[in-house]
């Protein structure tokens, strides 16, 4: 089984690029107002359509859970080698779960996260953190709201 998402964007060589990168993939099918990944991990097909006016909904994103936290080392890696800012999280509580992330963004400012679950807590979020937040959204958008 695997998951299709449909994203609008307004520059598609740039998400290309990201999501690239992101998946550590390179996309099945390109052309010049569309491109398409299909990957196994994740199970995911992801259409790309170049449409001018596209503009990402807020407070919205998007996850990759993984099965170590190496892998989000490695996300990190692979972000931070092809120059995309990143925030990143280790061992913190967020959304009932103690969880080791990295945050980045595509080129229409839609929030994506590669996470590993270290527990299950019973807390929802560290007083302390930024789970799921932006430095521009810093006191409103969070991940779990």
């Given at each position: ?20 990168t ?45 099965d ?25 509580t967020?959304?009932?779960?103690n ?30 953190m ?16």
């Amino acid at each position: 089984m695997k998951m299709h998402l449909n994203l609008a964007t307004r520059d598609l060589d740039a998400s290309v690029a990201f999501y690239s990168t992101l998946l550590g993939a390179s996309p099945a099918k390109r052309l010049d107002d569309y491109a398409l990944f299909i990957t196994e991990q994740p199970g995911l097909e992801l259409a790309l359509d170049l449409d001018k006016d596209a503009n990402a909904a807020p407070g919205q994103h998007f996850g990759i859970v993984v099965d170590t936290p190496d892998a989000v080392d490695a996300q990190i890696l692979r972000l931070t080698a092809a120059g995309y800012a990143t925030d990143i999280e280790r061992e913190e509580t967020c959304c009932y779960a103690n969880q080791t992330k990295v945050w980045a963004s595509d080129p229409e400012g839609r929030r994506w996260e590669t996470y590993f679950v270290h527990e299950d807590t019973e807390e929802r979020d560290q007083d302390d953190m930024s789970c799921c937040r932006t430095d521009a959204a810093e006191s409103s958008a969070t991940c779990c709201a």
